[in-house]
């Protein structure tokens, strides 16, 4: 029978686990916070890129995507478009043709997933003739980048010859609370993880789109991601190979964050569950490798896949429950007091989310595209977002047999400016 000593335990135990997960966390906000962002020496040479995109039925974005790249303040002639229309129902593959990317058609329906799709993508691409690129980019139909993302992606490739990711921005920050909230979360990795990793010398994570692999990697060795988080998966196995991967803070492009809440729930149990399925994929060898030559950006991976999120949740709310009752038993009379236990819980969870988007936004502000009055209300409304992530970090767990990749629906159009502004 649980009582408050078992309580007291779990809160011990909790606190312990939420101080090994957070602490490195704690350290990157501070860095990110004092430390200007990392530039690139401007170069003379030009580089040429490869841009790898895996569609399936992104009819609606994909000519916009295109039509950023060729929009690229850089020579096109050193530049070439590559699309896999991967089994689609609508006319992806041919918009993508029309607008001038060089479009291949995949249609193998029992083969569903980006990572079996991208290993199709880059064997065509490997085998297609004509000069090979220097780099190879990868990104999502529904991206938008900037007219001067491969100017200074080519600047980092010259100063730095290692994987770069660029700048992750919103298409559509203002849209709701659902795309406010999910653009906040990939505000906070660029300017509170990849920015304070690449201020402190560390390696950073692949982040699903936005990335530049040189080409030896694509041409000579097989992709071999295939996890619901592919690019997670993808981080781990470079850096067993003792590789680095860069962020390229000038370098932006532009996402579509989900705009219903249904999708969003979809995609992060999938992130959620992905994390621990690549734990127990690679967490032995990424501690292997750490065996052999240290470096702290393994341990930093490591404590990133293990998934002590849905731990401490769990434990937590067990934690809450137990003394929840233990509090009920011992009130006279049932009043609003009874409950200050969940009262204390859920100032403690909502205020930390609170600090989070605060610090994030205003860190982010010149990049948010978005009005003064939207982004003071993503701030206010991202406690009550994350609020949902606490039964994803109950039911990832629980339905990890069930691994079915899920397409995230694509729709809203934009473009770019000659200034980077979107329209």
Known sequence: ?????????????????????????ILYFIVGILTKPQTF?????????DFLIVARNEAVVIGDLIDSIKAQQYPQELIRIFVLADNCT?????????????????????????GLALKRLIQLRN???????????????????????????????????????????????????TSMGSSIIFFREAHFLHHARNRLGLSTHINGTGFMLPNPIVKHEPWEAFSL?????????????????????????YDEQPIHANVSFKQRLRWIKGGIQIFFLHAGKLLTSLLKKFRFAKIDLLLWITPFPSVIVILSLVNLTITQIDVIQQAEVMNWLTFLP?????F?????????????????????????FQKLWAIITFPFYSLSFLPLFILAPITMFNLKWYKTPHSVRKSLSSDGTLV
């Open 229 to 253: 988080i592919e690019d997670v998966e993808f981080t781990i196995l470079q850096l067993i190979k003792e590789r680095k991967v860069m962020f390229v803070r000038e370098a932006k492009f």
């Open 127 to 177: 085998e297609y003739p004509g000069v090979q690129s220097d780099g190879v980019f990868f990104f999502d139909a529904d991206n938008v980048v900037d007219p001067n993302f491969t100017e200074r992606m080519n600047d980092a490739y010259l100063n730095q010859d290692t994987i770069l990711i660029g700048y992750r921005g919103s298409k559509n920050f203002g849209n709701n609370a």
């Open 41 to 49: 020496k401007r170069q003379s040479k030009q580089r040429r890129f």
């Open 348 to 372: 403690n969870y909502l205020g930390v989310a609170f600090l989070i988007a605060t610090m994030t936004v205003i860190a982010s502000w010149k990049e948010v595209q978005a009005s003064t």
């Open 1 to 25: 029978m649980f009582n408050i000593t078992h309580a007291f335990m779990l809160t011990i135990i909790t606190q312990i686990l939420f101080f090994l997960f957070f602490s490195l966390h």
């Open 90 to 114: 609508d006319k992806t593959a041919m918009i993508a043709k029309a607008h001038g990317a060089i479009t291949f058609v995949n249609a193998v329906p029992n083969l569903v997933g980006k």
């Open 342 to 346: 969940i009262y204390q819980w859920l």
